[in-house]
C-alpha cells in the first residue's frame, strides 16, 4: 500500500485506571499551506463515549487555527501498561473503519515497547512486537 503523505501524530488522552479502554479517531487535519497531519486522537469514556464529539472537540479547535478537519475513520484503543498491550480495534458507525497501516504506524510510535494488536473491519489483522514485525 502507498504511504499517505503527512505527518503522524497521536493525542491520547487516559484514564489512571491500568487498563483503560477509550473511542479514537483518525483525522486528516490540513493548514491553510497544505500541510497535512494525520491524527489519532482517542479520549476516555469520563470524557465521552461518542466518535462525533471526538470529531466536534477537535473541529472547534482547529477552526480556531485556520485548519480544516476531515474525519478518517475510528474504532475503539485499550491500553494495558502491566501487560504492555494495545489494541486498536472496531469501526465507528457514522464515520467507518480508519486506515489501519496509519493506526498502527502511530501507535507503535507513542507506544514503543508495547504489542501493538490491530483489528479494523475490513483490513487484515496486524500484530507488531517490539523488534518483530509479525
Known sequence: MKRLPGRRKALIVRDPSPCDSAKFMMLKLEDSKGSITHLL?????SITNLHTEIVSRVITKAAAHGTSVTPEGGGRLSIDDKEK??????SCGKFGPPERVLVEEILRTEFPGHRIIVSIPGHKWAISVPGIRL
Not at 498491550?85 to 472496531?90: E, I, L, N, P, Q
Open 85 to 90: 498491550t494495545v489494541k486498536a480495534y472496531d
Open 41 to 45: 486522537v482517542s479520549l476516555p469514556r
